[in-house]
């Protein structure tokens, strides 16, 4: 489980006087970039506790803010979620670990080439079977979109992407 999910120990491993806690989105800057459309604009002045409390998740992000002051060592995911834990969470992380694919550990190109084709051939054979039942399109033309479950549709552009997608689609 990331911070994001109010665990305080993803990367919580026992080791004596060590503690560690990975933070892939803080709680308050979820809430705040779904609802603002010029979060990062206004984030060097958010009160976050204030804010927290706002969203009713004040409880969550309280013990998100005292495991990032707690752990020995304090990570995120990329420069965005550090600067977001800064003015969030009241502290800079000391590391950032990177999250997704590393292309670079396949020691050739072709290898994640091959992954690539197997992969895209499992999820063909899903949606034959999903939509192929009522109608059929051609699946080298088809532009597969796929997102996390962070509910930030309307940040992420997905809401306008959905609404112009169906109504191209309806006629």
């Known amino acids: 489980m990331d911070g994001g999910g109010g665990g305080a120990a993803d990367c919580a491993f026992e080791n004596p006087g060590l503690d560690c806690f990975h933070d892939a989105r803080d709680f308050a800057g979820r809430y705040l970039a779904s609802d603002m459309p010029d979060f990062y604009a206004q984030l060097p002045n958010i009160n976050a506790d204030e804010m927290a409390g706002k969203y009713n998740i004040y409880p969550r992000f309280a013990i998100e803010k005292a495991a990032a002051h707690a752990a020995t060592v304090f990570t995120t995911v990329s420069q965005v979620t550090s600067y977001e834990a800064e003015k969030l969470l009241g502290r800079q992380p000391d590391m950032i670990l990177p999250n997704g694919l590393n292309q670079q550990r396949f020691a050739a190109l072709h290898e994640f080439q091959n992954l690539h084709r197997e992969y895209k051939e499992t999820i063909h054979e899903f949606v034959m079977g999903h939509f192929f039942q ?20 309307r940040n992420k552009g997905w809401t306008c992407l959905s609404r112009r997608s169906i109504s191209s689609i309806s006629g």
């Open 134 to 153: 009522s109608y059929s399109f051609d699946l080298d033309k088809t532009l597969y979109l796929f997102t996390s479950g962070r509910y930030e549709y």
